[in-house]
């Protein structure tokens, strides 16, 4: 895990990435709670990056599309 990254600075690719790792290690289990917690926020601060990364590649499209039209 990457938590020293500032995740504001992560690319869709790297947050995407890293999302998948913290998946792949809660699945695993045999983390403490504790570690299990972190992990957890960890993932929910990594979805909510993708997800901002998505709804603006969505508004960048709906812009285009309108332009397109016009």
């Known amino acids: 895990m990457t938590a020293e990254k500032n ?3 992560l690319s869709y ?3 995407r ?4 790792s913290v998946v ?3 699945e695993a289990g045999g983390t403490s ?4 917690l972190s ?6 601060r990594l979805a909510e990056i993708c997800q901002h990364w998505l709804d603006g590649a969505r508004a960048r ?5 309108q332009d397109a039209d016009a």
Do not use: I, N, T, V
């Open 33 to 36: 709670l504790e570690e299990s």
């Open 17 to 20: 990435a890293e999302l998948a």
């Open 13 to 15: 690719e790297q947050a």
């Open 24 to 26: 792949e290690r809660l």
């Open 61 to 65: 499209l709906d812009a285009a599309r």
């Open 39 to 44: 992990l957890w926020e960890r993932g929910e």
């Open 7 to 9: 995740p504001e600075k």
